[in-house]
């Protein structure tokens, strides 16, 4: 039997999926950039990519040669509203702009240094000459304070990329010194895309209360961002039933991150070295980013709705939290709270019956430490989202029009496709059950906790 979403699929697959025009929104992205072919003249114009909260830094034309122009810089940044720190990056933002070009160009990178101490730039995974590889000290000397150098060289493959610092990289990278460098193809790509999204994960240590990042931790991060921003200020992706988005993501964090997307199995088409050949496509709904990896995924829309895209490991679908506290899961708390808020006024016991109570004494706004995001944020449509850190919706519409990057606000599912409560009785229905302890052996279990009650027999 031929779905509706076989039959989309289908029809991208061979090249035929919904026309798409030139994204209007996406021009604030590329202000000052115009999409152009190679240098040389030769191949198609591209679709220009839209990096998620942030934009395509513009370039020149000198004598055949496009001309970019980076300054590393101290910063402010926002991780979302509430949350701001003094942060590294390039041209103002954390990451910096996204550099694009296409396929046989040769680009010349200006880079200037507004830092305290000397930098570099390593463009990862670029086929260059080694004096252009970008590590201090061995393929160049160090870009002192207020130096400026220049890096020139022709682009001999396609595939998305990265730059950042090959000096102090522990300190400047954890300061959040980073970018995107996407290489379009000079022939264009025999299955086309419609939308080009892209971001870079990491994670940052902003203890509570504090205002710049700890570049000294290895594990214990705060915050887990989509290029520096933590749900829910974390752009949607937004598109059109039918037609084929490409996600390009790129991890620069200190952790592996399984990237999940609800609903829409994807492929798995490219990495640092191009589009990868139709015949090497993987069929996956989870895929793991490693530390310094690249990975396209990309996947034909064909269920309207507002699907999960985020990474799988819980921890960072969360915002600041406390580590190794002791876990107050099944203790009856009654009476506890009026005796510590004695000695520590608007304290608010929790977690005794699992912590999705936070969401909702955010949503009342309960403070927190200065500077400091809740663990849980966000509002749904039907209440709290519960999320943090690496998470955002793919947000997708039948009258979505082709290049509108407009949100359209909550999707709302027809009548009779929603899941919805039959019942409020906890004894409802018949369901089979065991007992955890084996037949015979009920007179022998430990007494359960009322808290613990619903986690047992099932």
């Known amino acids: 039997m031929l779905s509706r979403r076989n039959l989309l699929q289908a029809l991208t697959l061979s090249g035929a999926g919904l ?21 040389s003249g030769a191949g198609p114009v591209y679709q220009p990519v839209r990096t998620l909260n942030g934009w395509t830094l513009p370039h020149r034309m000198k004598d055949g040669v496009k001309e970019f122009h980076l300054v590393a810089e101290e910063i402010e940044h926002e991780f979302a509203p509430g949350c701001r720190a003094r942060c590294w990056g390039y041209n103002g933002t954390t990451p910096g702009p996204t550099i694009e070009a296409v396929e046989g160009d040769r680009v010349r990178i200006y880079v200037t240094n507004r830092l305290g ?3 570099s730039v390593h463009w990862h995974g670029i086929d260059l000459p080694s004096g252009y590889d970008g590590v201090g000290g061995l393929n160049q000397p160090h870009i002192k304070p207020g130096e400026t150098y220049v890096y020139e060289f022709t682009l001999r493959q396609h595939g998305t990329h990265m730059y950042h610092p090959h000096a102090d990289e522990m300190t400047q990278l954890a300061f959040g010194m980073m970018g995107l460098f996407v290489i379009h193809p000079r022939d264009g790509e025999e299955v086309r895309i419609d939308r080009d999204y892209a971001f870079l994960l990491h994670n940052w240590a902003l203890h509570p209360g504090t205002y710049r990042p700890d570049p000294s931790i290895m594990q214990e991060f705060d915050l887990w961002t989509f290029n520096s921003k933590v749900f829910p200020a974390i752009e949607h992706l937004v598109m059109r039933t039918g037609e084929r988005l490409r996600l390009r993501i790129g991890n ?26 139709q015949s090497q496509w993987r069929r996956e709904v989870t895929e793991i980013i490693g530390v310094g990896q690249m990975r396209d995924i990309e996947f034909v829309a064909t269920e309207p709705g507002d699907w999960a895209l985020h990474c799988h490991m819980s921890h960072h679908t969360m915002g600041p939290m406390g580590h190794g506290l002791p ?16 000695l520590l006024p608007g304290y608010m016991a929790m977690g005794a019956n699992g912590m999705a109570e936070h969401g909702q004494h955010v949503a009342m706004g309960m403070p927190g430490p200065d500077n400091t995001l809740p663990m849980m944020a966000g509002e749904g449509p039907f209440g709290p989202l519960e999320m943090g850190g690496m998470f955002t919706i793919v947000k997708v519409r039948d009258d979505q029009k082709p290049g509108d990057y407009t949100d359209p606000g909550w999707y709302r599912s027809p009548e009779g496709r929603r899941a919805r409560r039959v019942s409020s009785d906890p004894d409802f229905g018949s369901p089979p059950r065991r007992h955890p302890y084996g037949t015979g052996r009920v007179d022998r279990a430990p007494p359960v906790a009322p808290a613990d009650h619903a986690h047992h027999g099932g």
Do not use: K, Y
């Open 19 to 39: 026309l798409a025009g030139a994204p209007r929104r996406a021009r604030a992205q590329h202000g000052g950039h115009t999409p152009t072919a190679a240098a």
């Open 117 to 119: 101490e000397w930098t």
């Open 252 to 277: 620069l964090s200190m952790w592996n991150h399984p990237i999940h997307l609800h609903s829409n199995p994807f492929w798995v088409t490219g990495s640092d070295g191009g589009r990868w050949p």
């Open 327 to 342: 876990n107050p899961v099944g203790v009856d708390q009654s009476g506890l709270e009026s005796q510590i808020r004695a």
